[in-house]
């Protein structure tokens, strides 16, 4: 059985995060939930889970063996924390009896981080047990939580029936991929060297490409059909 964070060095826990994750941690979403959660147990966690929030609904996708039942009671509470936030969500930070009976137990302390897809759905990674020393280990627990969670948000994206018939160009993911990071279609112009027609042309192909009716509509597609990736959203490589 592999070994857990804190008794690795560094450069064997590096290569096998890396072995799960992907190269520099990019998302893989060839890999289920189960073999994702191996990332959160190599940062030596004794308890980790990875939840998907869909409306109203939660379910567990992958974690421990066991739940305890005063994790179970804490989380609805820890999930509407994380609904309305990007940040991590400290447990100990949070008003409520639930939560703090679970701390009070072996639990002693946890943190949950929310990957927010399109809509109201999101992925909320939980870790417990411990903290990482230092900044730096909090800083990598948190990288490794991110990843993990948009790969599993990636995968869960697939859904059969959001299908491209024709794959996207290169350029056609680029702009909706800027579109979803909020800029307008002049910026984008500008980054590309293109005119402003340009680009209204170019989501126009977009929209009839993915059977859109808008360009908000095209960039929901283009994350379901898996063509933009949720994990690549906000990077900054593409066409120019």
Not at 221 to 236: D, E
């Amino acid at each position: 059985m592999m070994a857990s964070g804190a008794q690795q060095r560094p450069s064997e826990r590096d290569e096998a995060l890396g072995a799960v994750l992907g190269a520099d941690h990019a998302c893989n979403t060839s890999q289920a939930p189960s073999d994702a959660l191996q990332a959160l147990r190599l940062l030596g966690f004794p308890f980790s889970l990875i939840t998907s929030v869909t409306g109203l609904q939660a379910r567990h996708l992958a974690g421990s063996d066991r739940v305890p039942f005063f994790v179970t009671e804490a989380l609805p509470y820890v999930i509407e924390a994380a609904r309305r936030s990007t940040r991590p969500v400290v447990w100990s930070s949070l008003r409520s009896s639930a939560v703090q009976r679970a701390l009070d137990s072996d639990l002693a302390h946890a943190m949950s981080l929310p990957v927010h897809g399109p809509g109201a759905d999101f992925v909320m990674v939980t870790v417990g047990g411990r903290l990482p020393c230092g900044h730096v280990g909090l800083q990598e627990a948190l990288s490794v939580m991110r990843h993990v969670g948009w790969q599993v948000l990636d995968e869960l994206s697939r859904l059969p029936g959001v299908r491209s018939g024709l794959p996207l160009t290169e350029c056609q993911v680029e702009t909706l991929r800027l579109l979803a990071a909020g800029m307008q279609h002049a910026d984008i112009a500008k980054r590309h060297g293109v005119s402003v027609t340009g680009i209204r042309r170019r989501i126009d192909r977009a929209m009839n490409v993915l059977g859109a009716r808008s360009s908000t509509q095209a960039v929901v597609f283009a994350l379901l059909s898996g063509q933009l990736r949720a994990s690549v959203v906000s990077s900054h490589s593409g066409c120019r």
